[in-house]
Protein backbone atom coordinates (compact mmCIF):
# COMPACT_ATOMS: atom_id res chain seq x y z
CA UNK A 1 0.00 0.00 0.00
CA UNK A 2 1.51 3.74 -0.56
CA UNK A 3 0.82 6.05 1.65
CA UNK A 4 2.32 9.83 1.81
CA UNK A 5 4.55 10.74 4.82
CA UNK A 6 4.32 14.49 5.27
CA UNK A 7 5.96 15.14 8.70
CA UNK A 8 8.05 12.00 11.12
CA UNK A 9 9.46 12.31 14.36
CA UNK A 10 11.49 10.12 16.84
CA UNK A 11 10.25 10.49 20.30
CA UNK A 12 12.22 8.54 23.28
CA UNK A 13 11.37 5.81 24.74
CA UNK A 14 12.34 2.17 25.57
CA UNK A 15 12.36 1.00 21.90
CA UNK A 16 12.75 2.75 18.82
CA UNK A 17 9.40 4.26 17.96
CA UNK A 18 8.41 6.69 15.26
CA UNK A 19 5.33 8.50 14.53
CA UNK A 20 3.99 8.45 10.70
CA UNK A 21 1.04 10.49 9.39
CA UNK A 22 -1.34 10.52 6.49
CA UNK A 23 -4.74 11.25 8.08
CA UNK A 24 -3.98 9.00 10.09
CA UNK A 25 -1.54 8.88 13.57
CA UNK A 26 0.43 5.62 13.37
CA UNK A 27 2.92 5.05 15.75
CA UNK A 28 5.67 2.10 15.00
CA UNK A 29 8.09 0.32 16.78
CA UNK A 30 11.13 -0.11 14.49
CA UNK A 31 12.13 -3.29 15.66
CA UNK A 32 8.86 -4.61 14.74
CA UNK A 33 7.39 -1.75 12.02
CA UNK A 34 4.72 -4.05 10.13
CA UNK A 35 2.19 -3.54 12.99
CA UNK A 36 2.19 0.31 14.44
CA UNK A 37 1.55 0.06 18.22
CA UNK A 38 -0.81 3.06 17.95
CA UNK A 39 -3.06 3.94 15.19
CA UNK A 40 -5.69 6.61 15.05
CA UNK A 41 -7.79 8.29 12.56
CA UNK A 42 -6.71 11.56 13.46
CA UNK A 43 -7.92 14.34 11.56
CA UNK A 44 -10.68 14.56 8.40
CA UNK A 45 -8.06 16.52 6.07
CA UNK A 46 -4.10 16.00 5.97
CA UNK A 47 -2.09 16.50 8.99
CA UNK A 48 1.06 18.66 8.05
CA UNK A 49 3.14 18.77 11.08
CA UNK A 50 3.49 16.96 13.94
CA UNK A 51 5.72 16.89 17.63
CA UNK A 52 6.31 14.75 20.51
CA UNK A 53 7.27 15.18 23.92
CA UNK A 54 7.44 13.64 27.02
CA UNK A 55 8.95 9.84 27.73
CA UNK A 56 12.64 9.42 28.27
CA UNK A 57 14.46 12.87 29.26
CA UNK A 58 12.55 14.88 26.59
CA UNK A 59 10.44 17.21 28.85
CA UNK A 60 8.21 15.88 31.97
CA UNK A 61 4.92 14.72 31.85
CA UNK A 62 3.39 12.06 29.81
CA UNK A 63 4.47 11.03 26.34
CA UNK A 64 2.22 13.65 24.33
CA UNK A 65 2.22 13.57 20.03
CA UNK A 66 0.65 17.24 18.91
CA UNK A 67 -0.27 17.12 15.56
CA UNK A 68 -1.76 19.91 13.36
CA UNK A 69 -3.90 19.78 10.35
CA UNK A 70 -5.47 21.23 6.90
CA UNK A 71 -9.13 20.52 8.12
CA UNK A 72 -7.66 23.97 10.86
CA UNK A 73 -7.88 21.53 14.14
CA UNK A 74 -4.59 21.12 16.55
CA UNK A 75 -4.75 17.71 18.31
CA UNK A 76 -2.89 16.30 21.41
CA UNK A 77 -2.70 12.59 21.79
CA UNK A 78 -1.37 10.02 24.85
CA UNK A 79 -0.64 6.64 23.00
CA UNK A 80 -2.31 5.24 26.22
CA UNK A 81 -5.21 6.22 25.25
CA UNK A 82 -7.08 5.30 22.61
CA UNK A 83 -8.67 6.58 19.66
CA UNK A 84 -9.44 10.27 21.05
CA UNK A 85 -7.61 13.47 21.84
CA UNK A 86 -6.52 14.50 24.95
CA UNK A 87 -6.84 17.75 23.64
CA UNK A 88 -8.76 19.65 20.61
CA UNK A 89 -8.15 22.86 19.38
CA UNK A 90 -10.39 23.95 16.63
CA UNK A 91 -11.90 27.32 15.40
CA UNK A 92 -14.95 28.53 17.38
CA UNK A 93 -18.32 28.07 15.59
CA UNK A 94 -18.83 30.78 12.78
CA UNK A 95 -14.71 31.24 12.68
CA UNK A 96 -12.88 30.54 9.16
CA UNK A 97 -10.99 27.30 9.20
CA UNK A 98 -7.06 28.25 8.73
CA UNK A 99 -4.77 25.55 7.55
CA UNK A 100 -2.54 24.66 10.60
CA UNK A 101 1.19 24.00 8.65
CA UNK A 102 3.20 23.34 11.96
CA UNK A 103 3.22 22.77 15.52
CA UNK A 104 5.43 22.46 18.72
CA UNK A 105 5.46 21.45 22.02
CA UNK A 106 7.17 23.35 24.56
CA UNK A 107 7.31 24.60 27.96
CA UNK A 108 7.34 21.24 29.32
CA UNK A 109 9.55 21.59 32.58
CA UNK A 110 7.27 19.94 35.20
CA UNK A 111 4.58 17.53 35.21
CA UNK A 112 1.91 20.27 34.86
CA UNK A 113 2.95 22.51 32.77
CA UNK A 114 2.69 22.13 28.89
CA UNK A 115 2.32 24.50 25.99
CA UNK A 116 1.58 23.74 21.60
CA UNK A 117 2.43 26.46 19.67
CA UNK A 118 1.04 26.30 16.23
CA UNK A 119 1.62 27.79 12.97
CA UNK A 120 -1.42 28.81 10.31
CA UNK A 121 -1.44 29.53 6.25
CA UNK A 122 -2.80 33.19 6.91
CA UNK A 123 0.25 33.90 9.37
CA UNK A 124 -1.14 33.65 12.58
CA UNK A 125 1.02 32.07 15.22
CA UNK A 126 -1.55 30.78 18.45
CA UNK A 127 0.57 29.50 21.73
CA UNK A 128 -2.30 27.31 23.76
CA UNK A 129 -1.88 26.37 27.64
CA UNK A 130 -2.88 22.88 28.05
CA UNK A 131 -2.80 23.26 31.62
CA UNK A 132 -5.24 25.83 31.68
CA UNK A 133 -6.86 24.32 28.43
CA UNK A 134 -6.75 28.03 27.23
CA UNK A 135 -5.30 30.69 24.53
CA UNK A 136 -2.23 32.47 26.36
CA UNK A 137 -1.40 34.29 23.05
CA UNK A 138 -1.61 34.95 19.30
CA UNK A 139 0.03 36.60 16.97
CA UNK A 140 0.49 37.67 13.23
CA UNK A 141 3.24 37.89 11.06
CA UNK A 142 1.76 39.02 8.01
CA UNK A 143 3.03 35.77 5.54
CA UNK A 144 2.06 32.14 6.00
CA UNK A 145 3.82 30.56 9.22
CA UNK A 146 6.62 27.52 7.64
CA UNK A 147 7.60 26.01 11.03
CA UNK A 148 7.69 26.82 14.94
CA UNK A 149 9.99 25.52 17.55
CA UNK A 150 11.36 26.66 20.80
CA UNK A 151 14.81 26.29 21.81
CA UNK A 152 14.07 23.58 24.17
CA UNK A 153 10.92 21.63 24.95
CA UNK A 154 11.86 20.32 28.52
CA UNK A 155 12.28 24.11 30.36
CA UNK A 156 10.40 27.20 31.06
CA UNK A 157 9.58 29.17 27.92
CA UNK A 158 12.72 31.20 26.57
CA UNK A 159 12.84 31.46 22.87
CA UNK A 160 10.11 30.67 20.10
CA UNK A 161 11.58 31.14 16.77
CA UNK A 162 9.09 31.18 13.59
CA UNK A 163 10.00 30.98 9.47
CA UNK A 164 7.94 32.12 6.42
CA UNK A 165 6.81 32.25 3.18
CA UNK A 166 8.72 35.18 2.26
CA UNK A 167 11.93 34.14 3.88
CA UNK A 168 11.89 35.69 7.05
CA UNK A 169 12.32 34.39 10.66
CA UNK A 170 10.91 35.67 13.68
CA UNK A 171 12.45 35.57 16.87
CA UNK A 172 10.15 35.95 20.56
CA UNK A 173 11.25 36.52 23.74
CA UNK A 174 9.25 33.94 25.51
CA UNK A 175 10.36 34.63 29.31
CA UNK A 176 7.99 37.78 29.69
CA UNK A 177 4.91 38.30 28.23
CA UNK A 178 3.13 42.19 28.30
CA UNK A 179 -0.66 42.02 28.84
CA UNK A 180 -1.01 44.02 25.73
CA UNK A 181 1.70 43.76 23.26
CA UNK A 182 2.61 40.14 24.19
CA UNK A 183 6.23 38.56 23.39
CA UNK A 184 8.65 40.69 22.70
CA UNK A 185 10.38 39.45 18.86
CA UNK A 186 13.07 40.64 16.19
CA UNK A 187 12.86 39.35 12.25
CA UNK A 188 15.31 38.78 9.67
CA UNK A 189 15.36 38.64 5.90
CA UNK A 190 17.06 35.29 5.83
CA UNK A 191 16.31 33.59 2.93
CA UNK A 192 15.71 34.53 -0.96
CA UNK A 193 13.07 31.53 -0.69
CA UNK A 194 10.38 30.14 1.43
CA UNK A 195 11.83 28.82 5.22
CA UNK A 196 10.91 25.66 5.38
CA UNK A 197 12.44 24.55 8.57
CA UNK A 198 14.32 26.09 12.20
CA UNK A 199 15.99 23.78 14.25
CA UNK A 200 18.19 23.97 17.22
CA UNK A 201 21.62 22.70 18.85
CA UNK A 202 20.42 20.66 21.48
CA UNK A 203 24.25 21.16 22.73
CA UNK A 204 23.85 25.02 22.79
CA UNK A 205 20.38 26.38 22.42
CA UNK A 206 21.55 29.83 21.06
CA UNK A 207 22.57 28.42 17.97
CA UNK A 208 20.06 27.48 15.49
CA UNK A 209 19.63 26.36 11.87
CA UNK A 210 16.80 27.79 8.84
CA UNK A 211 16.60 25.47 5.64
CA UNK A 212 15.48 27.41 2.60
CA UNK A 213 13.59 26.45 -0.67
CA UNK A 214 16.70 27.28 -2.75
CA UNK A 215 18.73 24.69 -0.66
CA UNK A 216 20.73 26.83 1.13
CA UNK A 217 21.26 26.16 4.69
CA UNK A 218 21.92 29.23 7.26
CA UNK A 219 23.41 28.83 10.89
CA UNK A 220 22.21 31.69 13.02
CA UNK A 221 23.60 32.50 16.75
Not at 31 to 51: G, L
Not at 186 to 194: D, G, R
Not at 210 to 215: I, K
Request: charged residues 25%; proline residues 4%; neutral net charge.
Amino acid sequence: MEISIYDLIFNAGSVPKTVIIRMELKKMNLETPDVPVYAVKAHKEIVNSIDGVGGLGIGDGAPEIVTGSRDGTVKVWDPRQKDSPVANMEPMEGETKRDCWTVAFGHAFNDQDRCVCAGYDNGDIKLFDLRNMSLRWETNIKNGVCCVEFDRKDINMNKLVATSLEGKFHVFDMRTQHPTKGFASVSEKAHKSTIWQVRHLPQNRDIFMTTGGAGNLHLWK
